[in-house]
C-alpha cells in the first residue's frame, strides 16, 4: 500500500469534483505556497524510481518533464542564481506603464537595456519563471488543479545541421528548404504528440500552451537554413517566404498534437509579435480544430494590447494579459505581461466550465467562452469572438447547459448576466510593457 502526506490528502478532498489543467511550459515549481494546494497528483504513483502505475512513466507524480524524460518538472538549481536586478526591472517596467516610475528608475532601466550580461539573465530568468507564472493563473480562485508538462530543456539545440550535408543535393533548392522544415515539424510534433497521449491517458480537461514559433522567431531560423541551402542571405521576399513555409509546415505537424488527446481543450497563447496571425501565423496558436482555442491579450477590458498577435480567423478570444500578478519560482510573486498571461486566464475559465457540467465536450466549452464574451469594438478586427472573456456569464452558461442545450444557455446567460464593470485605464503608456515572449520551442 502507497501512503500519502497528510498536506497532499487534505488538498486532494478539497480538490474533488475540479478540474485538471495540464499546464505545457518550462517546468512548475509544485513547492510553491499557492501551487501545493491546487497540485495534481497521481495517486497511484510515488516517487520511488519505479513506474507504480505501469504506464511507462516512472514517477510521474506531478506530471512529467518531456525535455529530459524524467520525473522532475522543474530544475531547481537555477533557484536563487538570480540577483534582484530582475525583479526589479519588471517592477519598473509596470510603474512606467501605470505612468509611476520616477526619472531615475527610467534611468536605470535604460542602462540595464545595454547590457548584454543583464539582458541574458533576465532572458534565463523569464524562462525558469515562465511556467510556474502561468500554473499560477490557471489555478487562481479555484478548485482548478495543476499539472506539470515540461516541455523544453535547459540547453540551446542546433537547427538544420544536416542541410550542410544536403546542400549540393540535385533537388530544387526550395523543394529541399521545405523538407528540411517538414522535417524539423515532425521532430517537434513528434515530441508535442507523447504529450498529447500522457494527457489523454490522464484524462486531462483543459491543457494551457503558453509557448510557440511566432513569425519573427521563425525567420531567424529559416533566413540560417536559406544561407545554408542558397549561399546567401535572402531577400526580404525569400525571407518571408521561407517564413511562412516553416510555421505552415509546424502548424500541419501540430495537427497530430491536438489530436491525440480528443477529449482535452487546448488553450494556446496567439503571440507577442504585434503580428496579424491571419497573414504571417505562429504555432501552435494557428492549429484549427474543435479542441482548440487561440487567445490574445488585453489590458484589463480597457484596451487591446499593442504587443499581442490578432486576427479575426486565427485569433479567437482575448482575456487580460498585460501586469498579470501571480506565483514564479521560490514562493515569490511577480507581475508579468504578455498573451502567455492571458492563455491561462482563459484555461482558468475553462476548467470552471468543466466543473460546472462535467459533460461538456471541449467544442461545448469553446462555443460557452466565445458566446459569452463581453463585446468590445476595440476587439471587433482583433478576434473571431469580438470581445473579453466573462467569467461569471461562461460558468452561468455551463450550469444551465446541464438541462438545456448550449447554444440556449448561452443567450440565456447573456440576458441574466450584464457586462463586466469597465475601470477607467487613466493615463497609460502601453508601449512601455514588453512582454515574456512565448516560450520557444526552437531557441
Known amino acids: 500500500m502507497k501512503w500519502l502526506p497528510l498536506s497532499v490528502l487534505l488538498a486532494m478532498s478539497a480538490n474533488v469534483g475540479a478540474a485538471t489543467i495540464a499546464v505545457i511550459d518550462s517546468g512548475l515549481d509544485y513547492k510553491h505556497e499557492m501551487i501545493v494546494p491546487n497540485l495534481w497528483i497521481n495517486t497511484n504513483e510515488v516517487m520511488d524510481r519505479r513506474d507504480n502505475d505501469g504506464n511507462g512513466y516512472q514517477d510521474d507524480v506531478y506530471g512529467w518533464n518531456f525535455a529530459e524524460q ?10 536563487g542564481t538570480f540577483t534582484p536586478d530582475c525583479k526589479k526591472y519588471f517592477d519598473i517596467q509596470g510603474k512606467y506603464f501605470l505612468g509611476k516610475a520616477t526619472e531615475s528608475e527610467l534611468s536605470w532601466m535604460r542602462e540595464k537595456q545595454k547590457d548584454p550580461n543583464f539582458l541574458s539573465m533576465m532572458s ?25 508538462i515540461k516541455l523544453l530543456p535547459t540547453e540551446v539545440k542546433p537547427f538544420f545541421d ?38 489523454d491517458s490522464h484524462k486531462i480537461d483543459v491543457a ?26 535572402p531577400d526580404a521576399a525569400d525571407s518571408d517566404k521561407a517564413a511562412k513555409m516553416f510555421i505552415e509546415s509546424l502548424i500541419n505537424a501540430g495537427k497530430t498534437f491536438v489530436g491525440a488527446a480528443p477529449n ?43 504587443f499581442s498577435n490578432f486576427g479575426t480567423k486565427m485569433v479567437d478570444i482575448a ?4 501586469l498579470i500578478p501571480s506565483a514564479i519560482p521560490g514562493n515569490d510573486y511577480l507581475e508579468v505581461s504578455g498573451t502567455s498571461q492571458a492563455a ?13 457540467n462535467p459533460k461538456l465536450r471541449p467544442v461545448d466549452i469553446k462555443k460557452i467562452l466565445m458566446g459569452t464574451v463581453d463585446a468590445k469594438g476595440f476587439l471587433k478586427d482583433k478576434v473571431s469572438a469580438g470581445g473579453v472573456v466573462n467569467l461569471e456569464r461562461a460558468v452561468v452558461a455551463a450550469q444551465m447547459s446541464q438541462s438545456m442545450d448550449v447554444s440556449v444557455a448561452i ?32 531557441n
Open 411 to 442: 443567450s440565456n446567460s447573456r440576458r441574466q448576466i450584464k457586462d463586466a464593470p469597465s475601470s477607467s485605464a487613466g493615463p497609460v503608456n502601453a508601449s512601455g510593457i514588453v512582454p515574456v515572449p512565448l516560450h520557444p520551442m526552437f
Open 344 to 356: 491561462p486566464y482563459v484555461a482558468n475559465i475553462a476548467a470552471k466550465i468543466k466543473e460546472a
Open 162 to 199: 544536416g542541410l550542410y550535408a544536403k546542400s549540393n543535393s540535385t533537388l530544387d533548392r526550395w523543394e529541399l528548404l521545405k523538407k528540411g522544415f517538414d522535417f524539423l515539424a515532425t521532430q517537434q510534433m513528434t515530441l508535442l504528440g507523447d504529450i498529447g497521449r500522457f494527457i
Open 70 to 79: 524524467n520525473g522532475n518538472i522543474i530544475d531547481y538549481k537555477y533557484l
Open 124 to 148: 534565463k530568468f523569464g524562462n525558469f519563471v515562465h511556467g510556474t507564472h502561468v500554473a499560477g493563473i490557471a489555478i487562481r480562485d479555484s478548485k482548478n488543479t495543476a499539472m506539470g
Open 319 to 322: 482575456a487580460p494579459g498585460m
Open 208 to 233: 494551457n500552451g503558453s509557448f510557440g514559433t511566432g513569425f519573427k522567431q521563425a525567420k531567424m531560423i529559416t533566413d540560417i537554413a536559406y544561407r545554408i541551402l542558397f549561399f546567401k542571405k
Open 264 to 306: 482535452t481543450l487546448f488553450v494556446f497563447a496567439a503571440g507577442n509579435d504585434g503580428m496579424s496571425n491571419d497573414l504571417y501565423g505562429t504555432s501552435p496558436a494557428n492549429i484549427k480544430a474543435d479542441n482548440v482555442i487561440t487567445v490574445g491579450a488585453t489590458y484589463k477590458n480597457e484596451f487591446f494590447a499593442p
